[in-house]
C-alpha cells in the first residue's frame, strides 16, 4: 500500500493527496512495530502519539483519565484535534 501511495510514484496531479496517505500510512508502520508505542497507542489512543504526552503527568483529573479531558476539550470546546 506504501508503494501504491508513494507520491514518486504517482502522476503529477495527485501528489499531494498521495504525500499525505504516504505519511498517514508511514506513521501507522512506525506506531505498529514499536511495541511501546503500540501499547501507548492501544491503552491512549491518538493523544499518545503527541511528543509531550506523558502517562505519569496527571493521569487522572476529577476522576477521569487527563488524556480524556484533553480529548473532549479538543473536540467540543476548541477546533484543535488529537
Known amino acids: 500500500m506504501a508503494l501504491q501511495c508513494h507520491p ?3 502522476p ?3 501528489r ?3 504525500e ?3 505519511k498517514e500510512i508511514s506513521r501507522a508502520y512506525e506506531i505498529l512495530s514499536d ?3 503500540r501499547k501507548l497507542y492501544d491503552q491512549y489512543g491518538d493523544i499518545s502519539l503527541d511528543q509531550n504526552f506523558n502517562p505519569e503527568f496527571g493521569e487522572h483529573l ?3 483519565p487527563f488524556w480524556r479531558v484533553l480529548r473532549f476539550h ?3 470546546l ?5
Open 8 to 10: 514518486d510514484k504517482v
Open 12 to 14: 503529477p496531479s495527485e
Open 16 to 18: 499531494e493527496t498521495a
Open 20 to 22: 499525505a496517505k504516504f
Open 35 to 37: 511495541e511501546s508505542k
Open 62 to 64: 476529577l476522576g477521569f
Open 74 to 76: 479538543a473536540l467540543y
Open 78 to 82: 476548541t477546533n484543535a484535534t488529537f
